[in-house]
Antibody, heavy 122, light 110 residues
Framework: EVQLVESGGGLVQPGGSLRLSCAAS????????MNWVRQAPGKGLEWVSY????????YYADSVKGRFTISRDDAKNSLFLQMNSLRAEDTAVYYC???????????????WGKGTTVTVSS | QSVLTQPPSVSAAPGQKVTISCSGS????????VSWYQQFPGTAPNLLIY???ERPSGIPDRFSGSKSGTSATLGITGLQTGDEADYYC???????????FGGGTKLTVL
């Protein structure tokens, strides 16, 4: 069964850091590009970051650029999101998501994890 | 303010048809493929339509997608109460080098 399981969420103070992890199973992780997508309470989906299957290309939403870093460890079938300088507006459920599509123009998300909750508050 | 514009809500009676629009620009919908996602409260989104009009296995043919110019549309026929959910469109924005979602549409089946 294809599965993505996020972990690492929790309560953190403004200005603090947190590292999210996503454990992938049931598929060949190293051939897939991956995403982080978040959803603030009562709000819509917001794309956060993308990493190419090779790890050589990454993209970030403007709202997190310079503060968040996406990475992957194919040997451990894992995706990560290092979040620094956290703000109250980063409070959200963070989803790990698998990307499909032969080109960026055809890009879509076909598998989602259940999410991990990040709360930024003093 | 989302890059892609969706109506906040739509409603229709059981058995009827509903359409949800997603409006963008040449840098996103106009030159890239659109996908649609269904999300029930408290759960993760689920892929409904990809590459404008393709359905993943397991998605009933009551759900359809189309695209024209810089707009895309999700259609749902034979509405069921179980279709009540939030629906999101998404695509790559070549100008922003970013994935963009619509703001989401809440479907109510009256």
């Amino acid at each position: 069964e294809v599965q993505l399981v996020e972990s690492g969420g929790g309560l953190v103070q403004p200005g603090g850091s947190l590292r999210l992890s996503c454990a992938a199973s049931g598929f060949t992780f190293n051939i897939y590009s991956m995403n982080w997508v978040r959803q603030a309470p009562g709000k819509g989906l917001e794309w956060v970051s993308y990493i190419l299957s090779t790890g050589r290309t990454t993209y970030y939403a403007d709202s997190v650029k310079g503060r968040f870093t996406i990475s992957r460890d194919d040997a451990k079938n894992s995706l990560f999101l290092q979040m620094n300088s956290l703000r109250a507006e980063d409070t959200a459920v963070y989803y790990c998501a698998r990307v499909r599509g032969t080109t960026m123009a055809r890009y879509y998300i076909d598998v989602w994890g259940k999410g991990t909750t990040v709360t930024v508050s003093s | 303010q989302s890059v892609l514009t969706q109506p906040p809500s739509v409603s229709a009676a059981p058995g009827q048809k509903v359409t949800i629009s997603c409006s963008g620009s040449s840098s996103n919908i106009g030159n890239n493929y659109v996908s649609w996602y269904q999300q029930f409260p408290g759960t993760a989104p689920n892929l409904l339509i990809y590459e404008n009009n393709e359905r993943p296995s397991g998605i009933p043919d009551r759900f359809s997608g189309s695209k024209s110019g810089t707009s895309a549309t999700l259609g749902i026929t034979g509405l069921q109460t179980g279709d009540e959910a939030d629906y999101y469109c998404g695509t790559w924005d070549s100008g922003l080098s970013a994935w963009v979602f619509g703001g989401g549409t809440k479907l109510t089946v009256l």
